[in-house]
């Protein structure tokens, strides 16, 4: 049983490596791979939320979750600086909600579309801040476009290492 449990075992320095691994793998086997920038993109999203509270906002000391569309409204009065600080976290947040939680989504007043639609839109206006990015122009145009790509992506990475957990659950009860 031990040789199972040390084979588990995950050897990555950075939560972040790790997301990259796992994504660009089930990329590779995707009919239209993404763009590796996009794939490392994306693994830096996974790497933030890996810490929760970057899921909420505090507000006079309270922890309250973010309410995307409202902070898209919000965001064009602020000074440019802010605004794209807050239109990159709008558009990572929502890409994140709408993969990774894609299925407990279903259930709620909220579906996945409103997820991808303020998503899209984020991206879209951050395009117009940051119009460069990995030295690629029009980088946050073309996530907004391949939103929906993306977000499978991360869905089917959500239901793989759902699937490892029950796994490993299963060997630790054995």
């Known amino acids: ?8 075992l995950v050897l990555e320095t950075s939560l972040q490596c790790y ?4 994504l660009e793998n089930l990329n590779r086997k995707t009919s239209t791979p993404l763009p590796r920038e996009t ?22 000391g ?9 902070k898209l409204m919000e965001a064009s009065k602020l000074p440019r600086s802010m605004r794209k600080r807050e239109l990159k976290d709008i558009g990572d947040t929502a890409l994140f909600i709408s993969g990774f939680f894609s299925d407990s989504l279903n259930t709620k007043l909220v579906d996945t579309r ?6 899209q839109a984020a991206y879209s206006k ?4 940051v119009p460069s990015f990995y030295d690629i122009d029009y980088f946050y145009n073309d996530l907004s476009r391949k939103f929906s790509s993306v977000a499978l992506l ?3 990475l959500s239901k ?4 490892k957990t029950k796994e490993d659950e299963l060997l630790w009860i054995a």
């Open 114 to 119: 409103y997820y991808h639609d303020i998503g």
């Open 19 to 22: 997301f990259f691994d796992l």
């Open 160 to 163: 793989d290492l759902s699937s």
């Open 1 to 8: 049983m031990s040789s199972q449990i040390s084979s588990n």
């Open 39 to 60: 794939i490392f993109y994306s693994s830096l999203i996974m790497d933030k939320f890996g810490l929760a509270q970057e899921l909420f906002d505090e507000e006079e």
């Open 126 to 129: 951050l395009n117009g801040l």
């Open 154 to 156: 991360i869905e089917l």
């Open 62 to 70: 309270k922890i309250r979750e973010k309410i995307l569309g409202i």
